[in-house]
């Protein structure tokens, strides 16, 4: 896909966060740019303009940043989902592994309703276990999940492979 911004050149890069051999790929360079911020939600939103979103769902915390406004763009709802011990209300759980440990989320009961259409956005597909956790809550509640974005993919970890059959959508490729 191509951007009138450079997306990529935006991301820095710091080794051994969080951990030892680890390579965080940091988005608030990208962040505080204000072309490249807008670029990347204006990307997110045209993409999926066109298509009947009623609920955008984020994985805390940097999802987040990216998914509220492209929800607000598409006049969608937006949907938190959090680690363990962060909701108020009751909630369903689910526990996953990630490229450097294991985890859990959590999502309001009540946060989808049967046969709604859902936009999963996150900032960075690398294992796809996040991600995949996050599909499983989704349709647990009964929503249709139309499509899943992300601002950065890691190729080498291949994520897409525990996603078969979901449309993907990344706008930046390492």
Do not use: W
Request: proline residues 5%; contains cysteine.
């Amino acid at each position: 896909m191509e951007t009138p911004v450079d997306l990529a050149a935006k991301i820095r890069d710091i080794p051994d966060f969080p951990q030892k051999g680890i390579l965080f790929k940091d988005i608030t360079t990208l962040l505080k740019d204000p072309d490249a911020f807008h670029c990347a939600v204006d990307m997110l939103t045209e993409t999926y303009r066109d298509k009947v979103v009623d609920v955008v769902v984020a994985v805390e915390s940097r999802g987040f940043i990216l998914a509220a406004p492209v929800a607000y763009n598409l006049g969608a709802g937006f949907v938190p989902v959090r680690k363990l011990g962060k909701l108020p209300a009751e909630s369903i759980r689910v526990d996953y592994a990630l490229e450097y440990g294991t985890n859990t989320l959590e999502m309001h009961r009540d946060a989808i309703q049967p046969g709604q259409r859902v936009l999963i956005i996150d900032d960075l597909l690398a294992t796809g276990g996040t991600v995949a956790a996050t599909v499983d809550l989704v349709e647990r509640l009964g929503g249709e999940v139309i499509g899943l974005a992300f601002l950065i993919e890691l190729l080498f970890l291949r994520g897409r492979e525990k996603l078969p059959g979901r449309e993907i959508l990344s706008l930046i490729q390492f």
